[in-house]
């Protein structure tokens, strides 16, 4: 059974290009969620996706990114016209359709975006 | 809504000693709560849950942590680190319906030889 599937591991932009990370969820599970990481600081949450609709998406910084989980195909975060500041390691995180089971998230290796 | 508060953000301990990690929450409500493990460049593991029940909860690699209810605590324990144990770790919160976790700020733990 593949755990999180994050691609690509490591991203390397210019300012102004657009930055495309994808996330293939576990088996089974429906729901994705995006963390952002930045250096010396904790994980922030983004968005919280379930196939076709977003869910909770508080976290997402209001211009330049975007989130989706199409009925087919990874859950894909984009940022358009990245700036230095987007530098940072993106988790991706999946669950079960309900985690009042007690169920957790199960997180992706993660993928490393440089903006250059 | 739910937070979680880690206060110590680096934690240096000498190997084989013992190590406690500490985590605080608060809620209004139930929740569960959790403890991630981070190695350097890599996804966050799970090393352990408080669902309900006994309120000491046993993980991997020797971890446990014990809910305290009172104090909104969920503290991180092990009594002897290895090199190996040295990483970031996470603690976070879920409430019983599931729709959220909440992470805190991490705690890098460095074990020195």
């Known amino acids: 059974n593949a755990g999180v599937m994050q691609n690509p591991r490591h991203l390397v932009r210019r300012r102004g290009q657009e930055a495309r990370l994808r996330c293939s969820p576990m088996?089974?599970?429906?729901?994705v969620y995006w963390y952002r990481q930045l250096p010396e600081e904790g994980l922030k949450f983004m968005v919280y996706?379930?196939?076709?609709?977003?869910?909770?998406e508080s976290g997402m910084p209001k211009e330049r990114f975007s989130a989706e989980f199409p009925k087919e195909g990874p859950s894909i975060l984009r940022i358009q016209q990245v700036v230095r500041g987007d530098s940072a390691a993106y988790f991706c995180?999946?669950?079960?359709?309900?985690?009042?089971?007690?169920?957790?998230?199960?997180f992706g290796e993660g993928s490393w975006l440089t903006v250059v | 809504a739910q937070s979680v508060t880690q206060l110590d953000s680096q934690v240096p301990v000498f190997e084989e000693a013992p190590v406690e990690l500490r985590c605080n929450y608060s809620?209004?409500?139930?929740?569960?709560l959790f403890w991630y493990v981070q190695y350097p460049n890599q996804g966050l593991q799970l090393l352990l849950k408080?669902?309900?029940?006994?309120?000491l909860v046993k993980g991997i690699n020797g971890f446990e942590a014990e809910f305290n209810k009172s104090q909104t605590s969920f503290h991180l324990r092990k009594p002897s680190v290895h090199i190996s144990d040295t990483a970031e770790y996470f603690c976070?919160?879920?409430?019983?319906?599931?729709?959220?976790?909440?992470f805190g700020t991490g705690t890098s733990l460095t074990v020195i030889p």
């Open positions: 995180a999946s669950s079960p359709p309900r985690l009042s089971s007690g169920n957790t998230i199960y």
């Open positions: 088996k089974g599970h429906s729901h």
């Open positions: 996706l379930q196939k076709e609709n977003i869910i909770d």
């Open positions: 809620s209004s409500v139930s929740v569960y």
């Open positions: 408080y669902l309900s029940g006994s309120t």
């Open positions: 976070a919160v879920s409430d019983l319906d599931g729709n959220q976790f909440y």
